[in-house]
């Protein structure tokens, strides 16, 4: 005998209109593992924003407002990248869901788990030519991890058990599981609501019930993967490849043998035994000329496995590798171009393999030795990369053993080789630099500012795309005044403070900067400083656009104001600009040059303005985080036309390095 299934139900809103109770039951789905989400206003998206409020009341989640839908996005972008959890950004129907696919797109070659939530017209309204009403199931197809509709009239409610897989709150807990899976990413919810989307008035003996429909935030305890410390530990430290030899394995590519029995830790009995036969059956690393190229959001593992390897790091600024105290080398782009002769580019020939940790995207020094015909170059790829083109001649690997067997051990002198030639290119740049503003009567450069920012804030720091990042790559010494102080090896936590450089490497566009330092900033609870263009923050304006009901972010926006596109000039077009007749089209196509008075934009938006005209204003401006709260605008001007006469200079110099 059998018996049909009742829905199973944990609370009772069957009184209200059902454009709420669906919004109610993705909220539940979403609270499982989210604690931000950012809603722009819509009238079809309503039901969304009524369920978030009482969510938000219950302290299931925290809710952004903002006006403008792609800095909506880019703000939960930032939340999340922070964060490395889900977050979600809520629009209405038509152009508005449109104005998410930049930020969709970045998240997608980050891999950043932002969810896209976009209220639809229902069905029959499709084709009718109804207002605001597009077809907006797949529109974010290649550029998403999954995607679900939940039509309402369709989407079951009230579950069958805990576990029935098509409850809708169901369905949208398995979908921010996809997003934060081995292969991270965005993912779309698309939901159809039908009139009525203003909540009902509940009767008196409803409204007890009403406040029990919220769930807590959970999010998972993280589990050791790959590439993590803790794997690193299990797999290579603990003997699984290289054994237990010490911290320093570049020894035994000139013959060091392991450490004497007196000499090891004692009291680990049978482990120690076991360790041994480990290292004794376990493969040997070959010495070989290896470095490790370390772009954005690369791998820690990677970067402790070079170290216990002895090989170089060349480390972009978002890699989280390039801190002074990790060995990173100082002025790598400038040994990697060096003239042919010199001995930083004989060093650099002498490069037999490359590790590629993250995603390099920065210099094309860095690509030409990748594609080396001379170099053997793999991917450290532990999850999967929506960017990684697997056509590609270079090889993936997905676990660290693997990694230390293609790298090797480095040979003696090979890391102190190229610490001792970054330092010698580290006092060329700064040579140049200083020779730049002796030039300029004093008048700052924008590669200066970027230099002095990166070396100087204490809060966790975005970079600008374009020419910003690029600056801070070639000439900052992250952690020089902590090295300069208290020489010797030191923890970068205990330095500073927790900081970290954030990029969006995905695909590099100047959109939405301002917008993600805000979201940082939110997720963070700190104050954060954002370094970019001109043209960057003026792409970005309406992240300055904060409702009066709204928590305004902590952000220090620092403006290198150059009036204009300076990356073009350092590019082919640079050379185009200085043929005769050339120098006009350029400026205007590329260079497209502005006036706009960042002062009065700053006024109307209701911030707080700094000018700095020197190195020493500027500090003052970043300096006092503690007197500061909401959003400040430092203006830095500098002469962009100086800047190719300078890489020039540079270049010359590096004949003797």
Excluded: C
């Excluded at 076991?274 to 959001?297: C, I, K, N, Y």
């Excluded at 004093?442 to 809060?459: I, P, Y």
């Excluded at 923050?537 to 009901?549: G, K, S």
């Amino acid at each position: 005998m059998t018996t049909s299934r009742r829905p199973f139900r944990e609370f009772d809103d069957s009184y209200d209109v059902e454009s709420l109770r669906l919004a109610r039951r993705v909220i539940r789905g979403l609270t499982m593992s989210m604690r931000h989400i950012v809603l722009a206003p819509g009238s079809r998206s309503a039901p969304m924003a009524y369920a978030l409020r009482e969510a938000e009341e219950l302290g299931a989640i925290t809710v952004h407002v903002r006006i403008d839908e792609r800095s909506a996005a880019f703000t939960a972008l930032g939340i999340a990248l922070a964060t490395k959890s889900p977050a979600g950004v809520v629009t209405t129907s038509g152009t508005a869901a449109g104005n998410l696919l930049p930020a969709m797109m970045e998240a997608d070659l980050s891999g950043v788990p932002l969810v896209a939530i976009t209220a639809d017209r229902p069905e029959e309204l499709h084709g009718t030519g109804a207002n605001q009403t597009a077809w907006q199931q797949g529109m974010f197809a290649g550029r998403v991890r999954d995607e679900i509709h939940l039509e309402q009239g369709e989407a079951r409610l009230e579950p069958e058990s805990r576990d029935d897989m098509l409850a809708a709150e169901t369905q949208v807990g398995l979908l921010l599981r996809v997003a934060t899976g081995s292969s991270p990413g965005p993912v779309h919810l698309n939901i159809g609501f039908r009139d009525p989307l203003v909540p009902s008035e509940p009767a008196a003996a409803h409204q007890p019930g009403a406040q029990r429909w919220a769930r807590t935030p959970f999010v998972p305890r993280r589990v050791s993967g790959a590439g993590s410390p803790e794997q690193l530990r299990a797999e290579i430290i603990g003997g699984e490849i290289l054994g237990d030899r010490g911290a320093d394995l570049s020894a035994s590519a000139s013959g060091a043998g392991e450490p004497a029995a007196a000499d090891r830790p004692q009291g680990e009995g049978d482990a120690q035994a076991r360790d041994q036969a480990r290292a004794e059956s376990a493969p040997q690393l070959t010495p070989r000329r290896t470095v490790f190229v370390m772009g954005a959001e690369a791998p820690a593992g990677a970067r402790e496995l070079a170290r216990r390897l002895g090989h170089p790091l060349l480390a972009e600024p978002s890699s989280d590798a390039r801190w002074s105290d990790l060995g990173a080398i100082q002025g790598y782009r400038l040994i990697l171009q060096a003239p042919e002769g010199s001995p930083a580019s004989e060093l650099a020939g002498s490069i037999e393999r490359v590790v590629v940790a993250g995603r390099p995207t920065l210099t094309r020094p860095v690509q030409q030795l990748i594609n080396r015909a001379d170099v053997e170059a793999v991917q450290y790829a532990p999850g999967g990369e929506a960017w990684f083109d697997h056509r590609l001649a270079r090889r993936r690997l997905a676990d660290l053993p693997s990694i230390a067997l293609f790298a090797g051990v480095a040979p003696a002198g090979w890391q102190d080789a190229w610490t001792e030639r970054g330092l010698a290119a580290q006092r060329l740049i700064d040579a140049a630099l200083t020779e730049q503003e002796t030039l300029a009567q004093g008048e700052l450069s924008s590669v200066r500012v970027a230099q002095f920012v990166a070396e100087t804030v204490k809060t966790p720091l975005l970079l600008g795309s374009s020419s910003v990042i690029r600056d801070v790559d070639l000439a900052a010494v992250l952690n020089r005044s902590v090295l300069e102080s208290e020489p010797g090896p030191r923890s970068r936590a205990a330095d500073d403070g927790g900081r970290r450089v954030y990029a969006m490497r995905g695909l590099a566009g100047i959109d939405g900067n301002l917008s993600a330092a805000s979201g940082i900033a939110l997720a963070r609870n700190t104050r954060v400083t954002a370094l970019v263009g001109d043209l960057t923050f003026l792409h970005d304006v309406n992240a300055l656009l904060v409702p009066a009901t709204e928590r305004e972010p902590d952000l220090d926006i620092v403006v290198v104001n150059d009036s204009g596109g300076a990356i073009f000039d350092q590019l082919e077009h640079g050379a185009v600009g200085r043929r005769e007749g050339q120098a006009e089209t350029v400026e205007r196509f590329f260079g497209t040059p502005q006036t706009v008075d960042i002062e009065a934009l700053a006024d109307a938006y209701g911030h707080e303005y700094h000018f700095a005209d020197d190195l020493e204003t500027l500090g003052e401006g970043l300096s006092g985080l503690g007197d500061r709260i909401g959003i400040r605008i430092i203006e830095v001007r500098t002469d962009r036309t100086v800047l190719r006469d300078f890489h020039a200079r540079l270049r010359a110099a590096a004949e003797h390095l």
